[in-house]
């Protein structure tokens, strides 16, 4: 499957966003797709993650409460809105595909889009 985010930008803090990651190929629905990010001069960090049909999602701490993970299996598409944004939050987003568990793991998502970025600015 390939995948490509989009919706990045850059906003205030307080402001809202929604980023998309649009699916190609077969069974969009088989897998379990997660949100990541990674901020200059840090490693990648887990974000949220939802399962094949939306029943189960989890999330990192940091954005729990504001961030909300959905998906479409129709238009496969995963979408992920974020509100009241943080400067903190400002990263490269990446959605990634697994065909296996959810997981909040990086290493168990086999494929990732490109990413996205998102500047919040104070």
């Known amino acids: 499957v390939q995948l490509q985010a989009s919706g990045g930008g850059l906003v205030q803090a307080g402001d809202s966003l929604r980023l998309s990651c649009a699916a190609s190929?077969?069974?969009?629905?088989?897998?379990?797709m997660g949100w990541f990010r990674q901020a200059p001069g840090k490693e990648r960090e887990f974000v949220t993650a939802?399962?094949?049909?939306?029943?189960?999602?989890i999330y990192a701490d940091s954005v729990k409460g504001r961030f909300t993970v959905s998906r479409d299996n129709a238009k496969n598409t995963v979408y992920l809105q974020m509100n009241s944004l943080k400067p903190e939050d400002t990263a490269v987003y990446y959605c990634?595909?697994?065909?296996?568990?959810?997981?909040?793991?990086?290493?168990?998502?086999?494929?990732w889009g490109q990413g996205t970025l998102v500047t919040v600015s104070s």
């Open positions: 190929g077969r069974a969009f629905s088989n897998y379990a």
């Open positions: 939802i399962g094949w049909n939306g029943g189960r999602t």
């Open positions: 990634a595909a697994s065909r296996r568990s959810l997981t909040s793991r990086w290493d168990g998502y086999e494929f």
